[in-house]
């Protein structure tokens, strides 16, 4: 079972920067491809960013030239750096694999609870 834990939002003016952190720990051995997620309020989960184990970036186009996604694979941590930030970036943000794990003696992907964002005017 792999477990995982964003930290670091919060509530921050538009414009402003901020940065989220994901650790990951439990069954997983190593950290491998990984992705950044949103879900605003009455809107689907999307992904944002992802990264893969040898540090090659995508980016949603929304976020392009604002978020930056980093890795540091010896402290089982992977980080969204927000820059820009804008009222419509109010979302929880979540991390998770590319694999997605699944919740021990159930059929549910494994997610965290997510950090939220709150960018206001």
């Known amino acids: 079972q792999v477990q995982l834990v964003e930290s670091g939002g919060g509530l921050v003016q538009a414009g402003g920067s901020m940065r989220l952190s994901c650790a990951v720990s439990?069954?997983?051995?190593?950290?491998?491809?990984m992705g950044w997620y949103r879900q605003a309020p009455g809107k689907q989960r999307e992904l944002v960013a992802t990264?893969?184990?040898?540090?090659?970036?995508n980016y949603a186009d929304s976020v392009k030239g604002r978020f930056t996604i980093s890795r540091d694979n010896a402290k089982y941590t992977v980080y969204l750096q927000m820059n820009g930030l804008k009222p419509e970036d109010t979302a929880v943000y979540y991390c998770n694999t590319q694999k997605k794990w699944i919740v021990a003696g159930t059929s549910r992907e494994v997610w965290g609870q997510g950090t939220q964002v709150t960018v206001s005017s």
């Open positions: 990264i893969t184990s040898g540090g090659n970036t």
């Open positions: 439990g069954s997983a051995l190593s950290i491998g491809p």
